[in-house]
């Protein structure tokens, strides 16, 4: 079996302990309108074109069997209606404005490519982390290779939103060193209304994480109106602390810098309706977390 991956990350230093390896699966079924990963969502390659790249060579129409690209008095124009997202237009442009990318591998292909990077993981601490897009909606690939990592003295990571069925967890857990995700709101509505899918699944795995003695990175995304209130960071303490052994929550700060993706990929920007997290929100909730008593891991 292949696994569909939009991007390989290596000396990654955000996503886990030490210098690792991000491997980024596609497909995801939640929605967030913050989402910094827009070309994750879909299950296939979609052609990404930066418009403010393109330098207007019009090298890339001839490779266009589709008719999608034109030029019109020395400006590109690109017919999105028209494109299958075939990539081939990317392979020819040097500028780097079209990009796609897809990359389908085998199991032991990708863990013989993380490999190389062993003695960085061994010296810093780190490994390998799956992320996406939900990485779990290519559970056999994924399972595949966690096992593989293992079996090579890999630390694994998976980055995950947890809004799966609980017998996936349980198949993954054992080949797992630790687990990262996200508490979005305690609300289901507003978690309905703010990601397209309800919370009642993603606490039950949480709960069942804790029972499995899983080690988790718990991350809360800030998102004004949403899980800033103290309403909400005392419904998550009281969650964590009531119904989990996780005691730890990493607050993140919202940024707006992935903008520019959801227009190359032509798709509505859900993004730019947020406002960037400042730095007296950020310590606000901290302070609330703490006072709740969750040790507050601070984010750089
Ligand atoms: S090949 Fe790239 S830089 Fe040249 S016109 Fe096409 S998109 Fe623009
Ligand atoms: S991805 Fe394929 S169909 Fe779309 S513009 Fe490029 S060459 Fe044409």
Redesign the pocket.
């Known amino acids: 079996m292949k696994g569909k991956i939009f991007n390989i990350q290596r000396l990654s230093y955000h996503d886990g302990p030490g210098i690792r390896t991000t491997v980024f699966l596609r497909g995801c079924n939640l929605r967030c309108a913050w989402c910094h990963n827009p070309e994750s969502q879909s299950p296939k390659p979609q052609l990404a074109?930066y418009r403010s790249s393109?330098?207007?060579?019009?090298?890339?129409i001839e490779h266009c069997e589709k008719g999608a690209?034109t030029i019109n008095d020395g400006v590109?124009d690109y017919d999105r209606s028209k494109c299958e997202n075939c990539g081939n237009?990317a392979d020819?442009?040097v500028?780097n404005?079209?990009r796609y990318e897809n990359r389908e591998m085998t199991a032991e292909a990708l863990v013989k490519l993380l490999l190389k990077d062993k003695a960085y993981y061994d010296k810093s601490g780190g490994g390998v982390t799956f992320s996406g897009g939900e990485p779990f909606l290519q559970k056999e690939f994924l399972i595949e290779a966690l096992q593989l990592c293992r079996e090579s003295g890999l630390h694994t990571a998976v980055e995950t939103a947890l809004c799966i069925p609980s017998d996936s967890l349980r198949e993954a857990a054992p080949y797992v060193d630790l687990f990262m995700f996200d508490m979005k709101a305690m609300d289901d509505d507003a978690h309905r209304k703010a990601t397209g899918a309800s919370n009642k699944q993603i606490l039950a795995n949480i709960k069942l994480l804790s029972e499995l003695g899983a080690d988790g990175l718990i991350r809360i995304p800030i998102v004004k109106g949403l899980n800033d209130s103290e309403e909400n960071l005392k419904a998550t303490a009281e969650f964590l602390l009531r119904e989990t052994s996780f005691t730890c929550v990493e607050p993140l700060k919202l940024h707006t810098l992935a903008t520019s993706k959801y227009d190359s990929l032509g798709m509505d920007d859900t993004l730019s309706g947020f406002e960037s997290t400042d730095d007296e929100t950020y310590t606000c909730v901290c302070n609330m977390l703490e006072a709740y008593g969750i040790h507050v891991i601070i984010n750089k």
């Open positions: 074109y393109c330098t207007g060579c019009g090298i890339c690209i590109i237009c020819y442009c500028a404005a079209r």
